[in-house]
């Protein structure tokens, strides 16, 4: 399995996601979910990839070698974000059109969710959910992030922290604590993370850290987190419900 999340306000977009997939209890791996395609001083894009595995790298890879092939229209050529948003999903029916068939004949579905964002000059940084059907729905003010994969345990801390007026420190912080809650609940998902900021009009990255179960901060903010929340809960009333 796997939990994405990524996170648009205005200090720029924050993307985290995990590398654990597995295709039973036996066979557990680890792969990067987290692609990035750059263009340093005139577009910065990142696509995270759930579902099935063999399915998100195709689109990944495709989306690669369009912008290898010069001329061709690719992620590098794209005139804006909603442009290329419609170049990923035109990647995923590619996938669809290629292997859906013969998936099917193996009872194997069509799956693959993707959170895509990025900022290309000239325009506001952007992001996307793409679904399996190569569609899309693009983030608001009001829904200003985007999960796939496992996204029930890490949600609640999201919808109470994150708005617009935050660092993008601060929204990592909130995605990291949002990870290591799902982390704890499902053993689907695991380390090593992928964690990458853009500061808006930055148009390049700068800011990208792979964080294992030695790191000292996410160590830090575990520990520090659980005992709060511990805290907090002491501190609370019991119920006063009866005599």
Known sequence: MTYCVAVRNDAGLVFLSDSRTNAGVDQISTFRKMHTFEVPGERVMVLLTGGNLAISQSVAS??????????????????????????????????????????????????????????IKGEEPRLFNVYSAGNFIEATDETPFFQIGESKYGKPILDRVINKELSLDEVAKCCLISMDSTIKSNLSVGLPLNLLCYERDALSISRHKQIDGKDPYFASIRDRWAEQLRKVFNDLPDPAYWP
Do not use: C
């Open 62 to 119: 495709g989306l690669r070698v369009q912008m290898q092939n010069h001329g061709e229209k690719s992620l590098a050529t794209a005139p804006n974000m909603f442009s290329a948003a419609k170049l990923v999903g035109e990647a995923v029916r590619k996938v669809y059109e290629r292997d859906a068939e013969a998936l099917k004949n193996f009872n194997v579905e069509f799956n693959v969710s993707l959170i895509f964002g990025g900022q």
